[in-house]
C-alpha cells in the first residue's frame, strides 16, 4: 500500500516551519522597535511564534524518521538511503545521509539553542532571535521544495520515488511500491557516522549565537556590550565543532582505507578553517574583556567564522569540488540558493560593522611586547594566516567555476600532493601556535617585565629540554625537523603544566580552561608527529618478484599479497591469511562463511556444519548484515598465534561495489592498522582446463599444486538434499587435500541409477579447486577424477604501524576538557552580570 | 616605525609567501597530448587527466592488466580529447575501479608511452541518478 500521508505531513510542516521563521523575524523586529506599552504582547507574539517554528521544524525531522523507520520506500529519501537489513541505529545515520536530512538536523540544531537563547536572555532576546529566525527561514528553504515558474526552491525529501524517477514499471503501475531500498552507505554504517554528524552540525549551528549576538550588539549599538554573552558561546562552538572534526577523523581512520585520520581533502579543510578563525575569535573576546583591546579584530573574526561555516557549506553542497574531492557529493540545485544565504549574510554583516566601525572604542596606546595583548593578537594572527593557507588552495575549484561563469578556461587543479603542501606550511604554523601559547600563558596570569619573564620560563625550558632529549633518544627521532616538534610540544605541555599549579594552588579550578586546552594542543602535536612522521608500512615489498622493466622494481610495493593459509613474514610477524568470515547474532566472535548458506532471505543463512556450541548442521541462523566480510588475518611470532585482526568489506549491490574497512591492534605505544585492498573475486570463476587423474586407494598425487591423499570410497545408503531408490548405487570417493597446516576432506559423489550416470562435484572456493569423481574402474582397481582449478583464495593487505597514536586522542580529550572548563566559567560570569540586572 | 606596523609587514609577507606557493604547487587539469608536451618541455610536474576507462564494443572494461602480485596494474584511459594511453598504477585495483564512469589520474608521463599515477580519483555512478528501479527494487 502506498503513504501519501506522511510525506504530504512532512511537506506542510516543512512550510509552516518557512513562513513561521519569516513571521518570528518580522515579531521579534517589532517587539524590539515597540514601545513599553505594546512591549509585553509583542514579546508574547513573538515567542508563540518561535514556539509555532520550534514544533513544526521538530515535526519535519518525525516525518522524515518515521518514513525511513518503517521502512516505507515509495519514498526516494527512504528507498534511496536505507534498506531492510539496516538495524534501528543505522536508520539513524540514514536520516542524514541525505543532504535534505542534513539540513533538518542543522535547522533542528538551531531551535534547540533558539530556546535557550530565549530563556537565557533578557535584552537579548529580541535582536538575537530576529538574527535566528532569518537563518531558519533560509536553512529551511533549502527543503522547501516548491516550484514558483521555472524556479525550484529547495529540494524536499518528502517526494516520493514515483516523481522522483522516470522508471518505467511506474507507468505500468503507478502504485507501485519497492520491496527494499538501496541501502546505506557501508562506510555510514559505523556507530561514529551515528553521532559524528549531529556533533559536527551542532558545532555549525552553534556559530550562529555568537554571530548573531554581535550582530544583535552593531544594530543596537552596544558595540561592546555583546562580547559576554556571546564569549561562552563561542567557546561552546569551538569545543563542539573541534569535537564534531576529531570524530570525523577517528571515523575516516577506523572506517575508510586511506591509512590515516587527516587527508586535506577539501571536505575537511573547509571545516578545520572555520574552526581556526573561532579558535582566534575566543582569544581576542577574551582580551578585550580583560583589557578592552582587539574589539574590531573580534568583530571581523566572528563575522570570519560564520561566514566560513556557510562557505563550507557552499563548497561541500553545491557539487562545485567535484573533481577534486574524493567524496563524491551530489549537486541538488541548492547552489544558487546556498550562495544567496551566504552572500545575504556576508552582506548585512559587513554592512552592519561598516556603519558601526568609526564609533567603535579602540586603545590609543601601543600594546608592549610585554603585554599579554600582543603575545595574543599575535596569536590570533597566526591562526587567521594558517586558516588563510588552507582555503586558499581549497578554493581552487569555487574559482574555477567563477572564472567559467563568466565565460573564462581555467584549468588549475588542486595541489597534486596535498599532505605534502598543507604539511609544509601548517607544520610550523602549528609550532609558532605552540610557543605562543607557553609564552602568552604566562603573559596572561602576571604582570611580567623582561626580568621576571625569563625567571619564569629558566624552569619550564630546562624541564623541557631535559625531557625532550629524553623522548628523542628513546623514540629515536633523529629528522631536525620532528626534534623541533618533539620541543615545542613538551615544552608547550611543561610551560602549560607550570601555569595549570600555580593557578590550582592560588585560585579555583575554574580558570584551569586555558591551560587545559594548551597542553591537549601540546600532546596532539606531538600525537601527530609520531603517528604520521613516524608511520610504518610494514606491508612493503614483500613480493619478491622481478620484473622485465626494472624501474618497477625501484617502486616501493606497499601491499603484500596474502594466499589463504600460506604463512608470510611480515616484519616482526609471520601473518597467515584464513578465509572469511561472517557475524553472527549471538556469537561473540566470527564465524567461517564457508560453513554458512544463505537462504534467500535477508540476513539469514543455514548451517551447513556444527559450530562449536552455538549451532548445529541444519540450523537457521541470523547474520549481522550479510554483505559484510571479514578476512580473518592471524598475526604469529614465534610459530605462537598472538593475535587475530579482521579487517572487513562489504559488497553492496544497490550501493554498488565494494567497500573495504580496517582492522587495528591498538596497544599502549602504537597501533597496526591493516586493511584489504584486494580480495579474490568468487561470483564468475573462471576455470581452467580439466585434468583427469587416475588413482588407486591409498594414493598420494597432487592436485593442482596441493598434495592430496585418496583415502577410498564406501557406498551411501542415503545422500543430503537426494533420495536413493532400489538398485541405485552411490558411491563417495574421500580426498583429503593438503594446504600448508591445513587438511580438507573432499567428497565428490557418484551415482548410478537405471544405467545413468550421475555426478556430484565438490568445490572448494578457498582452494579454488573443483573436484568430480567421474568414473570407477573396477578392473584396474582405480577412481578417475575430474580437477578443474581456477585461483586459490587471497587478500591484498596494507598493514601500517602508528606509533604514539594515543597521545593525540587523549590530547584532543584534554584540550576538549579545558574548553567544557572555560565555558562553565564564561557562563557563571555572564549569569551574574545578567542576573544583577546589567544584561 | 611602530610595532603595529611591523607585524602588518608581517603579516603581509607571509601571506605573500603563502598566495606564491599556493599558485606555484598548484596543479593543472590537462589533457593527454599537453601533458606529454609538458613532458617533453622538461616539465615533472605532476598533474590531472580527466579520462575513462577504455571499454570494448560490448560494453566491457578492457586493457586492464594486473601485475603477478596483484600490488600494482596498469589500464588504459581515454582522456576528454579521444586520446587513448596506457597508465601505472603502483597500488591494487581499487574496488569500484571498473564500475567507475570517471576516472581522474594524478600524476606524470614517465616516458613516451606510459603514464605513472601517483593517485587515482574515481566518480562511481551516483545513486541518485538511479533509474533501473525495478531491477534494484525487487
Not at chain 1, 292 to 314: E, N, P
Not at chain 1, 769 to 777: A, G, T, V
Request: proline share 3%; with cysteine.
Amino acid at each position: 500500500m502506498m503513504n501519501t500521508f506522511m510525506g504530504n505531513f512532512g511537506h506542510l510542516t516543512t512550510l509552516v516551519a518557512f513562513v513561521s521563521a519569516l513571521i518570528t523575524a518580522f515579531a521579534y523586529s517589532q517587539y524590539f522597535k515597540a514601545n513599553e506599552l505594546e512591549k509585553a504582547s509583542w514579546r508574547r507574539f513573538s515567542r508563540v511564534s518561535f514556539y509555532i517554528h520550534a514544533l513544526s521544524t521538530s515535526l519535519i525531522a518525525v516525518s522524515l524518521f518515521e518514513i525511513i523507520y518503517n521502512q516505507r520506500y515509495e519514498y526516494f529519501y527512504a528507498y534511496s538511503h536505507s534498506s531492510k537489513a539496516l538495524p534501528v541505529h543505522y536508520m539513524i545515520s540514514s536520516f542524514w545521509e541525505g543532504q535534505e536530512g542534513a539540513f533538518i538536523l542543522w535547522a533542528f540544531w538551531n531551535v534547540v539553542l533558539g530556546l535557550i537563547l530565549v530563556h537565557t536572555n533578557k535584552f537579548w532576546e529580541a535582536p538575537v532571535m530576529v538574527v535566528f529566525s532569518l537563518v531558519q527561514a533560509f536553512l529551511i528553504s533549502m527543503i522547501l521544495g516548491v516550484v514558483v515558474g521555472d524556479l525550484k526552491i529547495g529540494s524536499s525529501p518528502f517526494i516520493l520515488l514515483r516523481d522522483a524517477t522516470q522508471a518505467p514499471i511506474f507507468e505500468l503501475n503507478p502504485d507501485f511500491v519497492p520491496e527494499d531500498g538501496t541501502g546505506l552507505n557501508p562506510l555510514l554504517q559505523n556507530i561514529w557516522m551515528v553521532i559524528h554528524p549531529p556533533t559536527l552540525f551542532l558545532g555549525y549551528a552553534s556559530t550562529l549565537v555568537p554571530f548573531a549576538f554581535l550582530i544583535g550588539g552593531l544594530v543596537t549599538k552596544k558595540y561592546a556590550e555583546w562580547i559576554r554573552p556571546a564569549l561562552p558561546w563561542a567557546i561552546f562552538s569551538a569545543m563542539i565543532l573541534g569535537m564534531g572534526i576529531i570524530m570525523g577523523a577517528y571515523w575516516a581512520y577506523v572506517t575508510l582505507n586511506f591509512g590515516g585520520y587527516w587527508n586535506w581533502d577539501p571536505v575537511e579543510n573547509a571545516v578545520y578553517v572555520p574552526w581556526l578563525i573561532l579558535v582566534a575569535a575566543i582569544h581576542t573576546m577574551i582580551t578585550f574583556k580583560k583589557s578592552a583591546t582587539a574589539l574590531k579584530t573580534s568583530i571581523i573574526l566572528v563575522i570570519l567564522s560564520f561566514i566560513l561555516v556557510l562557505y563550507a557549506t557552499f563548497l561541500v553542497r553545491s557539487g562545485v569540488l567535484g573533481d577534486a574531492s574524493v567524496h563524491s557529493f551530489t549537486d541538488l540545485g541548492l547552489s544558487g540558493q546556498l550562495l544567496l544565504y551566504l552572500l545575504f549574510f556576508m552582506g548585512v554583516a559587513i554592512f552592519l560593522a561598516a556603519r558601526a566601525w568609526t564609533h567603535l572604542p579602540t586603545s590609543e596606546h601601543e600594546a608592549s611586547v610585554y603585554s599579554r595583548e600582543f603575545w595574543i593578537f599575535v596569536g590570533a594572527m597566526t591562526l587567521g594566516l594558517m586558516s588563510f593557507q588552507v582555503i586558499l588552495p581549497t578554493s581552487i575549484p569555487a574559482w574555477n567555476a567563477l572564472v567559467e561563469s563568466f565565460g573564462g578556461i581555467s584549468n588549475m587543479a588542486p595541489p597534486a600532493d596535498q599532505v605534502g603542501f598543507y604539511t609544509k606550511f601548517q607544520l610550523w604554523f602549528a609550532v609558532a601556535l605552540a610557543l605562543l601559547t607557553s609564552v602568552g600563558q604566562f603573559f596572561w596570569w602576571q604582570k611580567i617585565d623582561k626580568k621576571t619573564l625569563r625567571d619564569s620560563l629558566v624552569t619550564p625550558y630546562v624541564v623541557s629540554i631535559l625531557l625532550s632529549t629524553a623522548i628523542i633518544v628513546l623514540t629515536k627521532v633523529y629528522d631536525w625537523k620532528y626534534m623541533i616538534l618533539v620541543l615545542t610540544g613538551i615544552f608547550t605541555i611543561v610551560a602549560n603544566a607550570t601555569i595549570l599549579i600555580k593557578l590550582l594552588k592560588k585560585s579555583t579550578f575554574k580558570l584551569a580552561g586555558g591551560s587545559l586546552a594548551h597542553i591537549g594542543l601540546g600532546m596532539i602535536l606531538i600525537g601527530i608527529m609520531f603517528s604520521s612522521g613516524y608511520s610504518e608500512v610494514i606491508s612493503m615489498n614483500m613480493s619478491g618478484l622481478t620484473y622485465s622493466n626494472s624501474w618497477e622494481d625501484e617502486m616501493n610495493k606497499e601491499h603484500v599479497l596474502l594466499w589463504i593459509n600460506k604463512p608470510t613474514q611480515m616484519k616482526d610477524y609471520t601473518v597467515v591469511y584464513r578465509g572469511r568470515q561472517k557475524k553472527v547474532v549471538g556469537i561473540p566472535d566470527y564465524v567461517p562463511a564457508k560453513i554458512l548458506a544463505s537462504t534467500g532471505k535477508v540476513n539469514e543463512a543455514i548451517a551447513l556444519e556444527d559450530y562449536q556450541i552455538h549451532f548445529k548442521k541444519g540450523d537457521t541462523v541470523q547474520l549481522v548484515l550479510e554483505e559484510n566480510d571479514y578476512f580473518k588475518i592471524d598475526y604469529l611470532q614465534k610459530e605462537a598465534l598472538q593475535f587475530s585482526l579482521t579487517p572487513m568489506s562489504q559488497y553492496n549491490e544497490g550501493m554498488g561495489g565494494l567497500i573495504s574497512s580496517p582492522d587495528s591492534k591498538i596497544y599502549l605505544d602504537k597501533d597496526l592498522y591493516t586493511y584489504v585492498a584486494a580480495m579474490n573475486d568468487f561470483s564468475d570463476p573462471e576455470w581452467k582446463e580439466d585434468e583427469t587423474y587416475e588413482v588407486s586407494k591409498g594414493e598420494q598425487f597432487h592436485v593442482a599444486d596441493f598434495v592430496a591423499y585418496f583415502d577410498g570410497a564406501e557406498v551411501l545408503k542415503e545422500i543430503d538434499g537426494y533420495t536413493l531408490k532400489e538398485g541405485d548405487v552411490a558411491v563417495k570417493a574421500k580426498i583429503r587435500v593438503l594446504d600448508y597446516d591445513v587438511e580438507k576432506l573432499l567428497e565428490p559423489t557418484f551415482i548410478i541409477r537405471d544405467n545413468q550416470v550421475g555426478k556430484l562435484p565438490v568445490t572448494d572456493s578457498e582452494l579454488g579447486i573443483k573436484i568430480s569423481l567421474e568414473n570407477i574402474l573396477p578392473d584396474q582397481n582405480k577412481f578417475v577424477f575430474k580437477v578443474n582449478q581456477y585461483q586459490k583464495d587471497y587478500v591484498v593487505l596494507k598493514a601500517i604501524v602508528k606509533p604514539y597514536i594515543n597521545v593525540l586522542w587523549i590530547g584532543t580529550i584534554v584540550m576538549l576538557f579545558g574548553f567544557t572548563v572555560a565555558i562553565y566559567r564564561r557562563f557563571d560570569e555572564f549569569v551574574k552580570m545578567r542576573d544583577k540586572g546589567l544584561e | 616605525m611602530k610595532k603595529g606596523h611591523l607585524i602588518g609587514l608581517g603579516i603581509i609577507a607571509v601571506a605573500i609567501v603563502i598566495i606564491l606557493s599556493s599558485i606555484g604547487d598548484a596543479s593543472s587539469y590537462e589533457s593527454f597530448n599537453t601533458a606529454l608536451e609538458m613532458k617533453q618541455d622538461g616539465e615533472d610536474k605532476a598533474i590531472h587527466v580527466v579520462g575513462k576507462l577504455k571499454k570494448d564494443p560490448s560494453g566491457e572494461v578492457s586493457g586492464i592488466e594486473v601485475r603477478e602480485d596483484k600490488t600494482s596494474f596498469t589500464f588504459l584511459l581515454v582522456d576528454n580529447e579521444g586520446t587513448e594511453q596506457k597508465v601505472f598504477y603502483n597500488q591494487p585495483v581499487p574496488a569500484d575501479f571498473h564500475r567507475s564512469e570517471q576516472v581522474v589520474v594524478i600524476g606524470s608521463y614517465r616516458d613516451q608511452e606510459l603514464f605513472v599515477a601517483d593517485k587515482i580519483l574515481m566518480k562511481c555512478p551516483s545513486k541518485y541518478q538511479e533509474t533501473d528501479v525495478q531491477a534494484a527494487g525487487m
